[in-house]
């Protein structure tokens, strides 16, 4: 069964930095295509980054510059570098997994930014 863990949340200042890591476990399934969304309080989950099989990625407008979507070379866990945090990007972020069949997702993990 595939499992998507996640790790890395916390609190941090403004304009502090986190990196969160998603592995893969439980299965074969490797993650050619990717992403991480995040889900404020009171307010709907929104996309924020992706990654393709080949590497392209895209970002929330809000993130551009600040934000870094990665995965390892096997394909077994996906990574969200976030620099120069603000206090609006607090949210629950999670990760997916994108396979023909269907997506897979993390259980989220907490990122907080305040002083």
């Known amino acids: 069964q595939v499992q998507l863990v996640e790790s890395g949340g916390g609190l941090v200042q403004p304009g502090g930095s986190l990196r969160l890591s998603c592995a893969v476990s439980?299965?074969?399934?490797?993650?050619?295509?990717g992403g991480w969304y995040r889900q404020a309080p009171g307010k709907q989950r929104e996309l924020v980054a992706t990654?393709?099989?080949?590497?392209?990625?895209n970002y929330e407008d809000s993130v551009e510059g600040r934000f870094t979507i990665s995965k390892n070379i096997d394909g077994t866990t996906l990574y969200l570098q976030m620099n120069s945090l603000k206090p609006e990007d607090t949210a629950v972020y999670y990760c997916?997994?994108?396979?023909?069949?269907?997506?897979?997702w993390g259980q989220g993990t907490q990122v907080t930014v305040s002083s």
């Open positions: 997916v997994l994108r396979s023909p069949s269907r997506d897979y």
């Open positions: 439980g299965s074969t399934l490797r993650i050619n295509t």
């Open positions: 990654i393709l099989v080949n590497y392209i990625t």
